[in-house]
């Protein structure tokens, strides 16, 4: 089964530095591998998705995640984090279940804060 | 624009009671999600419907129960409310089974359970 973990519950940075969201994926297939991002009160947005094509991706907000296969590992970063960034971030794979269909695992989340 | 709704943003109840979360979705989607999401552990798939009257089970089916009529609508049943099942629930629908979909989430329901 697929699976996925995020080495990180809680981030924190300045406004205008780099952002690193930390994931490593198991997978006994070529996954696809997404990020959704849930601000406060709201429900899950998509940031970006892999699905084999390009290594990296490039999502909403100047999100981008590389996809390594050597490392098992899906990081998701952003140049410049913005106050608006700030909200729980989650790595979710692609996995089937025991009737054949696809369904989403998704990792714990990391809080991400932003401070001035 | 996208749009799933979900009928309750806050629920409070009793132990034991019976509980109805309604989940619509206006984009004629085939496949439609229940996820409960807890701190600490992400959200986990209760159940999933991939056509009207059709259901399967997710990773934590146990104590819920599902019904989907017709194709915008999945309900999420609580047929005797305990207090372990407090909890976030967000409800999920994608245009079909795939491993690159996306799923487009309802902003969920917050129910506590006396």
């Known amino acids: 089964a697929q699976s996925v973990t995020q080495l990180d519950s809680h981030v924190s940075v300045s406004e205008g530095t780099p952002v690193l969201l930390r994931c490593n994926y198991s997978?006994?297939?070529?996954?696809?591998l997404f990020w959704y991002v849930q601000h406060p009160n709201k429900g899950l947005q998509l940031l970006l998705k892999?699905?084999?094509?390009?290594?990296l991706v490039k999502g909403i907000n100047g999100f981008e995640a590389e996809f390594k296969k050597s490392e098992t590992s899906f990081h998701l970063t952003k140049p410049s984090a913005h106050m608006s960034d700030a909200a729980e971030y989650f790595c979710?794979?692609?996995?089937?279940?025991?009737?054949?269909?696809?369904?989403?695992?998704f990792g714990a989340g990391t809080r991400l804060a932003v401070h001035p | 624009d996208v749009k799933v709704t979900q009928s309750s943003r806050y629920l409070v109840k009793r132990t034991g009671e019976k509980v109805f979360l309604e989940c619509v979705q206006d984009m004629d989607h085939e496949n439609m999600f229940w996820y409960r999401q807890d701190p600490g552990l992400g959200l986990r798939l209760i159940y999933f419907?991939?056509?009207?009257?059709?259901?399967e089970k997710g990773d934590i089916p146990e104590g819920y129960s599902v019904s989907r009529e017709k194709k915008e609508r999945f309900s999420l049943i609580l047929e005797s409310a305990s207090t372990n099942q407090t909890s976030m629930y967000l409800c999920?629908?994608?245009?079909?089974?795939?491993?690159?979909?996306?799923?487009?989430f309802g902003p969920g329901t917050r129910l506590l359970v006396l």
């Open positions: 979710v794979v692609s996995d089937r279940s025991s009737g054949g269909y696809n369904k989403l695992i």
């Open positions: 892999y699905t084999s094509a390009a290594t």
């Open positions: 997978s006994s297939y070529s996954p696809s």
């Open positions: 999920a629908s994608s245009p079909r089974l795939g491993g690159q979909e996306t799923q487009y």
């Open positions: 419907s991939y056509d009207v009257k059709m259901k």
